[in-house]
């Protein structure tokens, strides 16, 4: 079993859309969670941390739950430009970073 | 310009050559670090280094050595090229500012290895 897993995709949704991701992990002593976007061809960037109480960027939502190991990225009011690979990263308890493979995203007009 | 920097962005070499691949950063950050992606796999970490002094393996050093010239300037070597380590290769730093270690990456190294 992979240490962090995520649908693969690719996700076709229209523009406008919401759209929500899972992404799960298998170690439980893992301390900090991440979704990273990384565009065709491009270099991963940080997109937002995901804290345990749950957060908010714009029309981006992140969430953890702990008890289930997976966290989950929703996206509301999806644009054109939110196409992109969508990497769920965790760290584990030896500060290294995993990574899943990503979810492809396509908005479509 | 841009803050991490690698060169080259594309190589096409023959197995068994001796590559390098350079990262040069302009943030200021102390930590350094060098992965390979895959189709399908997520990015795995070659080897890392929190200070010029320091050099740590990450998950996939086998067959790959770095060095850390300057806080600036981390370098990756493949002494013997192979098949297999046909990947694109990223370079990024981090700085531990409230403990997020945000990581900054490099515009990749696309390597063919025939």
């Known amino acids: 079993r992979k240490e962090v897993e995520q649908d693969p995709g690719p996700f076709n949704v229209p523009e406008g859309a919401t759209v929500a991701f899972n992404c799960t992990y298998s170690?439980?002593?893992?301390?900090?969670f991440f979704w990273y976007r990384q565009d065709c061809r491009k270099e991963p960037k940080l997109l937002m941390s995901?804290?345990?109480?749950?957060n908010e960027d714009g029309r981006f939502t992140a969430q953890l739950n702990r008890a289930s190991q997976y966290i989950s990225l929703l996206i509301r009011d999806s644009k054109l430009s939110d196409s992109a690979t969508y990497l769920c990263?965790?760290?584990?308890?030896?500060?290294?970073?995993?990574w899943g493979a990503g979810t492809k995203l396509i908005i479509k007009p | 310009d841009a803050d991490v920097t690698q060169t080259p962005r594309n190589r096409i070499t023959k197995t068994g050559k001796r590559i390098m691949l350079e990262c040069s950063q302009t943030?200021?950050?102390?930590?350094m670090y060098w992965y390979r992606q895959d189709p399908g796999l997520g990015l795995r970490l070659i080897y890392y280094?929190?200070?010029?002094?320091?050099?740590n393996k990450g998950e996939i050093s086998d067959g790959y050595s770095v060095s850390r010239q300057a806080q600036a300037k981390f370098s990756l070597s493949l002494e013997s090229a192979i098949p297999n380590q046909t990947a694109l290769y990223f370079c990024a730093t981090s700085d531990w500012v409230g403990g997020t270690d945000t990581q900054y990456f490099g515009p990749g190294t696309r390597l063919t290895v025939l």
């Open positions: 995901v804290y345990s109480s749950g």
């Open positions: 170690n439980s002593a893992s301390q900090s």
């Open positions: 990263v965790v760290k584990g308890s030896n500060y290294q970073l995993i």
């Open positions: 280094s929190f200070d010029v002094k320091d050099i």
């Open positions: 943030k200021g950050h102390d930590r």
